[in-house]
């Protein structure tokens, strides 16, 4: 009986070991630097930077992988509009998102301690609330957006970071008196803990 039961503990140590090799899931943090544009000569856009956080999961195939995450976004844009007199208006929004991306990935560095990784994948954004300050109003923010998301990726034991760019196919403000273009040049690193 005593045999059994170490030959079972064992095998579920194997089990969970091979799990953790194939699964990691944890939670992971992070900042955005974002520059939306716009047609209007006399409108000057700012970066801005805000932050997320939420979870990761990985699934890994060898040194492929796929990893989706969800979290909590802000999304902000401000541009400052100049008149005739040098007189400035602030004009800006802030989006609170819950974004999910899926992202395929690529090691290529692929060891137990370190891992050098290249990853790309769709990512799909749901406004869960707005604010807008200026000529701007919330009727015209998109209430959805599809993007894209591309960068590097660095693994060291249980620490995950990621370095991102961040495009979205359509516009996130949407009036033909206020024509912004899509929020360009958004650059993310974020930090996860493998718990899994």
Known sequence: MKKLAILILLAIVAATGNAQDFFDLGPKVGMNTSKISTHMADYNPETVSS???????????????????????SKKGKVIKLDNLGISTVNSFNLK?????????????????????????????????????????????????????????V????????IRKESFSNNLY??????FDTKKGTFVVSLGMKLF
């Open 97 to 153: 998102t819950v974004d999910v991306p899926v992202l395929l990935g690529l090691k290529i560095i692929d060891q137990k301690a370190l891992n050098l990784r290249v990853l790309a994948g769709p990512t799909f954004s749901f406004v869960t609330d707005e604010s807008v300050k200026g000529q701007l109003t919330e009727d015209n923010l998109k209430n959805s957006f599809f993007g894209w998301q591309y960068g590097v990726g």
């Open 51 to 73: 932050y997320q956080f939420g979870a990761f999961a990985r699934i890994n195939l060898g040194r492929l992988y796929i990893q989706p995450e969800a979290y909590s976004n």
């Open 174 to 179: 949407d009036t033909p008196n206020f024509d």
């Open 155 to 162: 693994d060291f034991l249980f620490l995950s970071l990621d």
